[in-house]
Each structure stands twice: as C-alpha cells, then as structure tokens.
C-alpha cells in the first residue's frame, strides 16, 4: 500500500516541474527503481492512473528503470551485480555483501508537451 503515497509524491513533483516549464501535457515518465526498494511496477501504474485522471498527467506512459543491486566480496574486492538469489563472486566464489545501492525511486526524466 505504500505505493499509493510514494506514487502521490512522484506525480506531485512532476505536475510541480510541468508547471514550472508552462507544459501543457505530461505524456512520459521514467522513473528509476532500485531492485531493493520494495516498489512494485504494476502497484505504481495503477496508482498512477488513478492519482492522475483529471491532470495534465492523465493518460502518461510510464518508463520503468530496475537498477539492480551489487555486491562486493570482501575475499578480492570485486564489485559485481547480484544475479537473482545468488551472493558468490564470480571471481573466487566467496560470498559477497550488498554494498547499499538499489534502494533508489526518483524521476529520471519526463516528456511534457
């Protein structure tokens, strides 16, 4: 349920930005999303056409962009991107820790008219 007001916020900053440059239409959306944030696509399409019927961002295309989550491995330092369940190196096989990243949920860019 957290995407509703997450979703809210994004189409509060980007009606706010539209505003800002006189658009007269909102028609895209990237948003980037890390693979840790929890934030679920479809929760955040449907809140999205349902928070935005009746603005200038009603009817937007939205972009999803998964950032995925690293690991680093603490044996030879290696940084490399998490593959599903798996944590091993792929370069000596220990396993690697979460280095903190994919938590992000922002805009990357919009397209207005």
Known sequence: MHEMAVTGNILRIALTEAE???ATRITGITLVIGEL?????DSVQLYFDLLSEGSIASGAT?????IPATLRCPACGLTYPKHGGRFACPACGADGRLTGNAKEF????MEVE
């Open 62 to 66: 939205l972009i999803f962009k998964r």
């Open 20 to 22: 800002r440059i006189e």
């Open 37 to 41: 944030s929890s934030i679920l696509n």
């Open 106 to 109: 922002y805009i990357e860019s």
